[in-house]
């Protein structure tokens, strides 16, 4: 026991050598901290190419473990299967890594597969969803999925085509669609509910056009929308969010999974404070559901147990587009995804952190076989307003799929940055 390093002994009663070093375990305390774990050596075969998963081409064979689809019931043709890709589940994260001979501390730098550009994730999903790159759909109840676009400031525009079921009865007739919202979200949010079901994004509904945020909905559109119609969505973040980078820790280690490496990250993980917010309580009933619709932050006030209010990102909107035509600003002062915020999923940490990810990512929520195809390239879009398509132009507005060369810069500085602290903390420099 006394030849064990003392973070490794088990916790017991303090004794008077033990009183001496009782001191926590900090990311800016302990260099080997600074990555969980000091990554293994690379071998040879984890120089290769990142695979592409393997895809479903038809429905589950008869006696075919679930565990093998993207889901339940019938797959989309194309889809990628559960198994070959690890789920953002349980407060960990995970994307594709290569070996970096370049940087022989960190050793590790994300990869890049197929197809090269902004996508819906194959990782940042509920289970229940089947995924193609670009298409959406769920055979069971309401599940979600986000783009891997990470949109922190300017604005920012892309598509989302409504599509049908493609389901049809034993008689041979179209079975009708189920039902879709759109939106954003941030990366605390359930991908097992909708878009807007927590205070961490905000949905636009099929049915009747409603906006939701915090479950709860408010008239937006005089009309729904339905299969064929194409919904543009702009987001409009300040052009210049202050970012505390002295806030930026990556905790990231490679793993192999089904003989692929991904990076295992920490996840941002709701709080409790948000969660008393959107929950607000008097005499065990919840404010949000007596206040007859009002505002989540007037129900706090109106509660009385706490003057906590999270921050707004000030001039921030979500405007909408239907078949090219104007529906109006569907949410304006989003809430602020930014340290403290936002928290990590770890104790060891001793204040906010910001792993460079933090953001509004696209999302689609899916239900009954509900089905969508985001369209994130600007040479793709096909209903764009005159308004829109003058910011594309001059370069104002965005598409998301512009996102994709700007997230590749920064994940190469950012590797720089961990190297060369790596080398401060160790004395190397």
Same mark, same amino acid.
């Given at each position: 026991?006394?030849?064990?390093?003392?973070?490794?002994?088990?916790?017991?009663?303090?004794?008077?050598?033990?009183?001496?070093?009782?001191?926590?375990?900090?990311?800016?305390?302990?260099?080997?901290?600074?990555?969980?774990?000091?990554?293994?050596?690379?071998?040879?075969?984890?120089?290769?190419?990142?695979?592409?998963?393997?895809?479903?081409?038809?429905?589950?064979?008869?006696?075919?473990?679930?565990?093998?689809?993207?889901?339940?019931?019938?797959?989309?043709?194309?889809?990628?299967?559960?198994?070959?890709?690890?789920?953002?589940?349980?407060?960990?994260?995970?994307?594709?890594?290569?070996?970096?001979?370049?940087?022989?501390?960190?050793?590790?730098?994300?990869?890049?597969?197929?197809?090269?550009?902004?996508?819906?994730?194959?990782?940042?999903?509920?289970?229940?969803?089947?995924?193609?790159?670009?298409?959406?759909?769920?055979?069971?109840?309401?599940?979600?999925?986000?783009?891997?676009?990470?949109?922190?400031?300017?604005?920012?525009?892309?598509?989302?085509?409504?599509?049908?079921?493609?389901?049809?009865?034993?008689?041979?007739?179209?079975?009708?669609?189920?039902?879709?919202?759109?939106?954003?979200?941030?990366?605390?949010?359930?991908?097992?509910?909708?878009?807007?079901?927590?205070?961490?994004?905000?949905?636009?509904?099929?049915?009747?056009?409603?906006?939701?945020?915090?479950?709860?909905?408010?008239?937006?559109?005089?009309?729904?929308?339905?299969?064929?119609?194409?919904?543009?969505?702009?987001?409009?973040?300040?052009?210049?969010?202050?970012?505390?980078?002295?806030?930026?820790?990556?905790?990231?280690?490679?793993?192999?999974?089904?003989?692929?490496?991904?990076?295992?990250?920490?996840?941002?993980?709701?709080?409790?404070?948000?969660?008393?917010?959107?929950?607000?309580?008097?005499?065990?009933?919840?404010?949000?559901?007596?206040?007859?619709?009002?505002?989540?932050?007037?129900?706090?006030?109106?509660?009385?147990?706490?003057?906590?209010?999270?921050?707004?990102?000030?001039?921030?909107?979500?405007?909408?587009?239907?078949?090219?035509? @104007?529906? +109006?600003?569907?949410?304006?002062? =989003? /809430?602020? #995804?930014? !340290?403290?915020? &936002?928290? %990590?999923?770890?104790?060891? @940490?001793? +204040?906010?952190?910001?792993?460079? =990810? /933090?953001? #509004?990512? !696209?999302?689609? &929520?899916? %239900?009954?076989?509900?089905?969508?195809?985001?369209?994130?390239?600007?040479?793709?879009?096909?209903?764009?307003?005159?308004?829109?398509?003058?910011?594309?132009?001059?370069?104002?507005?965005?598409?998301?799929?512009?996102?994709?060369?700007?997230?590749?810069?920064?994940?190469?500085?950012?590797?720089?940055?961990?190297?060369?602290?790596?080398?401060?903390?160790?004395?190397?420099?």
């Amino acid at each position: 026991m006394e030849d064990l390093p003392q973070k490794r002994r088990r916790k017991t009663k303090l004794d008077e050598d033990d009183s001496q070093v009782n001191i926590k375990t900090t990311y800016e305390t302990d260099p080997t901290v600074l990555m969980r774990l000091r990554p293994p050596q690379p071998s040879v075969a984890d120089f290769g190419p990142i695979k592409e998963p393997p895809k479903r081409t038809g429905p589950i064979t008869e006696g075919e473990p679930i565990a093998a689809v993207t889901g339940t019931g019938t797959p989309v043709s194309g889809s990628m299967t559960m198994e070959e890709i690890p789920l953002n589940k349980r407060g960990f994260r995970y994307t594709t890594c290569l070996p970096n001979t370049q940087l022989d501390d960190i050793m590790y730098s994300v990869g890049e597969s197929k197809p090269y550009s902004v996508c819906m994730s194959a990782s940042d999903r509920s289970g229940m969803c089947h995924v193609d790159e670009n298409t959406v759909t769920c055979d069971g109840g309401w599940r979600s999925a986000r783009a891997t676009a990470c949109l922190r400031e300017g604005k920012w525009y892309h598509e989302v085509k409504v599509g049908d079921s493609g389901h049809v009865s034993e008689n041979g007739t179209p079975v009708p669609a189920g039902h879709v919202r759109l939106g954003y979200s941030r990366r605390e949010s359930n991908l097992e509910t909708p878009v807007g079901f927590d205070g961490y994004g905000y949905g636009l509904r099929d049915v009747n056009g409603d906006r939701v945020h915090v479950s709860r909905t408010k008239s937006f559109m005089s009309s729904g929308f339905k299969a064929g119609d194409v919904i543009g969505l702009l987001l409009n973040l300040p052009n210049r969010v202050e970012h505390d980078y002295t806030k930026l820790k990556r905790d990231r280690y490679p793993i192999k999974y089904k003989n692929q490496l991904f990076f295992e990250m920490l996840e941002y993980i709701p709080t409790k404070q948000m969660e008393n917010w959107m929950n607000p309580k008097k005499g065990g009933v919840s404010a949000i559901a007596t206040a007859g619709g009002a505002d989540p932050v007037a129900n706090h006030i109106l509660d009385g147990q706490s003057s906590w209010e999270p921050a707004v990102l000030e001039g921030s909107s979500i405007e909408v587009y239907k078949n090219g035509e @104007y529906m +109006g600003t569907m949410f304006s002062e =989003l /809430l602020d #995804y930014r !340290p403290p915020y &936002s928290k %990590f999923n770890a104790s060891y @940490y001793a +204040g906010d952190a910001d792993d460079g =990810l /933090l953001g #509004y990512y !696209p999302t689609v &929520s899916c %239900f009954k076989g509900g089905k969508v195809e985001c369209v994130f390239d600007k040479n793709e879009f096909s209903a764009v307003h005159e308004d829109v398509k003058k910011g594309l132009e001059t370069g104002e507005i965005k598409s998301v799929g512009e996102r994709f060369d700007e997230m590749i810069a920064e994940d190469v500085v950012y590797d720089i940055l961990d190297q060369v602290g790596f080398e401060l903390l160790t004395g190397k420099l």
